[in-house]
């Protein structure tokens, strides 16, 4: 496989060279790094957001929306799929790298700069690690970095900060929500990972959630898209090998299932650190398994969905 950091390079470079339609804002620290705003001053809309979800899964992914609905009115979706899970949602796509600096500045990377540094439990679970002059490293913060953070990420993944690139959005940006809808079938899949089953099993990754609405209140935008992933999310995987935990996958077998998001945060005292893993799941999940049998486990709540959502 070509390195994830090259390919995903290409879809920067498309960013960049159509940054006044996908009205995203491209510049150059004064160390050479490159940072790509997708949602933080800059108002990027749903293109950019199904590019930053593509740059996030460094092209292995093919992402689309959809027109669907939240209970019974009509609601943009986000469709992920992908021949290549454990790479592509696992060590690309999965945001693992807490940034944080006395600065103030602080962050959720994700994308394939992750596979540059390796130091995550999924990569030697995968069995991948990337080698590359460049490092895409996808930031989700209400600020847009600096030289600082660009070095920290030039000295982690052994580049010279001139091939570093940061795509960077709020979470409470369209960019944001767009690209954390394409997050469903990436939390199957780390479920999966979770309680003991081999990532390289699963053969075949789909997912769709719903958009959630846009509000730059950054701790409602929490709540909102991570809503739209627990309890409107629906998966299917193909999967090489059959398992009797397949019903733990999803976001159903949590305690607190029905609470929504905003109230488990508030309740981690607004550390997402501190949130349970199991919330992050899909509300639905098709597991079918070559050769075997098909499960189906979870199931949506539109209700929680509509209210969570601001629905009048």
């Known amino acids: 496989m070509e390195s994830i950091n ?4 290409e879809l920067v470079d498309e960013a960049l060279d159509f940054a006044g339609e996908l009205d995203v ?3 150059e620290l004064e160390n050479g790094a ?8 800059a108002n990027g809309g749903v293109e950019a957001g199904l590019l930053l979800a593509e740059i996030q899964t460094a092209g292995l992914a093919s992402v689309n929306t959809r027109m669907g609905e939240v209970a019974g009115a009509p609601r943009g979706y986000v469709e992920l799929s992908t021949d290549h899970p454990a790479v592509a949602l696992l060590c690309s796509q999965k945001a693992g790298w807490e940034l944080a600096f006395e600065s103030g500045f602080e962050g959720l990377g994700s994308g394939p700069a992750r596979a540059l540094v390796g130091q995550e439990t999924e990569f030697e ?3 991948y690690y990337d080698s590359s002059e460049f490092a895409t490293l996808a ?3 209400t600020s847009l970095p600096d030289e600082e953070v660009a070095e920290h990420v030039a000295d982690l993944a052994e580049v010279d900060p001139e091939g570093v ?7 409470g940006s369209t960019a944001g929500s767009v690209s954390t809808a394409a997050r469903a079938a990436e939390l199957a899949v ?14 075949y990754a789909s997912g769709s959630a719903p958009i959630a609405p846009v509000t730059r209140d950054e701790d409602r935008a929490m709540g909102r898209t991570n809503d739209a992933l627990a309890y409107g999310g629906k998966v299917h995987l193909q999967v090489a090998r059959d398992d009797d935990r397949f019903d733990e996958i999803v976001s159903t077998v949590r305690d607190d299932y029905g609470t929504p998001f905003l109230e488990v945060f508030e309740d981690a005292d607004w550390d997402f650190y ?26 949506t709540d539109e209700a929680l969905l509509a209210e969570s959502f601001g629905y009048r």
């Open 6 to 9: 090259r390919t995903a390079i």
């Open 25 to 27: 804002a491209g510049y």
């Open 34 to 41: 490159t940072v790509v705003d997708f949602g933080v001053d």
């Open 125 to 127: 679970r995968v069995g």
């Open 139 to 141: 930031i989700e913060s």
């Open 165 to 171: 690139f940061l795509p960077t959005y709020a979470t």
């Open 190 to 203: 780390f479920r999966l990972l979770e309680i003991g089953y081999e990532p390289t099993d699963v053969l």
């Open 274 to 299: 501190e949130v349970p893993e199991s919330v992050f799941a899909p509300a639905e999940v098709t597991v079918d398994v070559v050769d075997g049998p098909v499960y189906t486990v979870g199931e």
